[in-house]
């Protein structure tokens, strides 16, 4: 195991098949700097899967899950976007082929290809 700076990983630049991002994304406000770091160490055709917490396209969801996401705000950090928010940021970031499944309503799931 390594312990590492997300923004400043200490691998070199194309090491890993796979990165994995699992429910960590929302606590950083410069996600794109993460994405662009799993993206310099990935191998060419590396994967990338990330899964987080997501802005809810559901009306009724989206009524009872914002106060909860307002009242975690006001204690720290976090960060939520839909599927075209985190699309845009993968693309920005080199990433190909990007897919997005949501899930549970207030989840996301996203596969990109190096």
Excluded: C, Q
């Amino acid at each position: 195991m390594t312990v590492g700076d997300a923004f400043r990983l200490p691998f070199p630049d194309n090491s890993f098949d796979a990165v994995y991002n699992t429910l960590a994304a929302h606590e950083f406000k410069k996600i794109s700097n993460i994405i662009s770091e799993a993206y310099r160490v990935l191998k060419p055709g590396g994967r990338l899967v990330l899964y987080d917490f997501s802005y809810p396209d559901n009306l009724l969801l989206r009524y009872t899950y914002l106060p909860f996401v307002k009242h975690i705000v006001e204690l720290g950090t976090f960060f939520v976007y839909n599927g075209e928010g985190w699309r845009k940021i993968l693309k920005a970031a080199g990433f190909k082929d990007v897919e997005s499944e949501s899930l549970y309503g207030a989840s996301i799931l996203m596969r990109a290809r190096k």
